[in-house]
């Protein structure tokens, strides 16, 4: 599992990659944390999913644990472009009530 | 279809997670499983065994046990560990339950592997370890006419 980010107007887009498992989440995690604690001027943060190929229920964990981090500096979080394996296990968490969906 | 069986003994890894969902999602593949059945498989074998590695084995390491056998259109898998057990398992087994709420452990294992299989059970002693049995079905193969 791999992150990149990459600040566009005022989004900062942070773009995962590969499989999100445990041991995935425990690698990108800093790294996630250091992109937004670098861009704290951005007045939104989207994860964009795309190219990620698994997800468990670390990614659940994962994403909030970095929604909490955002939210410290009043930064919104979204999440773009889950593919169907991801999205069916985010919709089953509820984790869209608090991350939602963008486009 | 002849009926198949596999059975693997891994040690308890984080970087085993991955080894252990492909080699399952590759022993069902004769199955015909939808894209989507498949990924329901690989999430719900993830969760098991990361429940041995970062629950059983917490702070050591042992042996996990995953046996897949395949019974006409059905998968039967059972993960095995002899690791720290469960104290109160229908407790452990309601959503968001996590014992581990400071590492970010989501505590949703267990209702994804409800949710994603077909049939599913959790038999387990405190210090004797614990087995998971999961069962998904698979749509017959359509011959055509």
Same mark, same amino acid.
Request: proline content about 4%.
């Given at each position: 599992? %791999? #992150?990149?980010?990459?600040?566009?107007? /005022? %989004?900062?887009?942070?773009?995962?990659?590969?499989?999100?498992?445990?041991?995935?989440?425990?690698? #990108?995690?800093?790294?996630?944390?250091?992109?937004?604690?670098? /861009?704290?001027?951005?007045? !939104?943060? #989207?994860? /964009? =999913?795309?190219?990620?190929?698994?997800?468990?229920?670390? #990614?659940?964990?994962?994403?909030?644990? !970095?929604?909490?981090?955002? =939210?410290?500096?009043?930064?919104?979080?979204? $999440?773009? /472009?889950?593919?169907?394996?991801?999205?069916?296990?985010?919709?089953?968490?509820? $984790?869209?009530?608090?991350?939602?969906? %963008? !486009? | &279809?002849?009926?198949?069986?596999?059975?693997?003994?891994?040690? @308890?890894?984080?970087?085993?997670?991955?080894?252990?969902?492909?080699?399952?999602?590759?022993?069902?593949?004769?199955?015909?499983?939808?894209?989507?059945?498949?990924?329901?498989?690989?999430?719900?074998? @993830?969760?098991?065994?990361?429940?041995?590695?970062?629950?059983?084995?917490?702070?050591?390491?042992?042996?996990?046990?995953?046996?897949?056998?395949?019974?006409?259109?059905?998968?039967?898998?059972?993960?095995?560990?002899?690791?720290?057990?469960?104290?109160?398992?229908?407790?452990?087994?309601?959503?968001?339950?996590?014992? &581990?709420? @400071?590492?970010?452990?989501?505590?949703?294992?267990?209702?994804? &592997?409800?949710?994603? &299989?077909?049939?599913? @059970?959790?038999?387990?002693?405190?210090?004797?370890?614990?087995?998971?049995?999961?069962?998904?079905?698979?749509?017959?193969?359509?011959?055509?006419?």
């Amino acid at each position: 599992m %791999t #992150v990149q980010g990459s600040l566009s107007g /005022n %989004t900062l887009y942070l773009y995962l990659s590969g499989e999100i498992d445990s041991c995935g989440a425990d690698k #990108v995690r800093k790294a996630c944390d250091k992109l937004i604690e670098a /861009n704290i001027q951005a007045s !939104r943060i #989207v994860f /964009n =999913m795309e190219k990620v190929s698994f997800v468990d229920s670390a #990614v659940i964990g994962f994403l909030m644990g !970095r929604y909490k981090k955002a =939210m410290s500096f009043n930064i919104p979080v979204y $999440i773009q /472009n889950p593919p169907f394996g991801a999205d069916k296990l985010l919709s089953l968490s509820g $984790i869209y009530s608090i991350i939602p969906k %963008t !486009r | &279809m002849k009926d198949n069986y596999l059975k693997l003994e891994f040690l @308890s890894l984080p970087e085993n997670q991955a080894f252990a969902r492909d080699a399952v999602a590759a022993f069902c593949l004769p199955l015909n499983p939808t894209l989507s059945q498949l990924s329901d498989v690989k999430t719900a074998v @993830s969760e098991a065994v990361t429940n041995c590695t970062v629950h059983a084995y917490r702070g050591t390491s042992g042996i996990i046990t995953v046996e897949c056998r395949t019974e006409g259109g059905q998968l039967h898998i059972k993960i095995g560990d002899k690791g720290a057990g469960i104290a109160d398992v229908n407790a452990a087994i309601q959503p968001f339950f996590t014992t &581990m709420p @400071s590492d970010e452990r989501s505590g949703m294992g267990f209702t994804i &592997m409800q949710t994603f &299989m077909d049939e599913f @059970s959790v038999q387990s002693k405190v210090g004797e370890g614990t087995l998971v049995c999961m069962s998904k079905r698979f749509e017959p193969e359509v011959e055509n006419a």
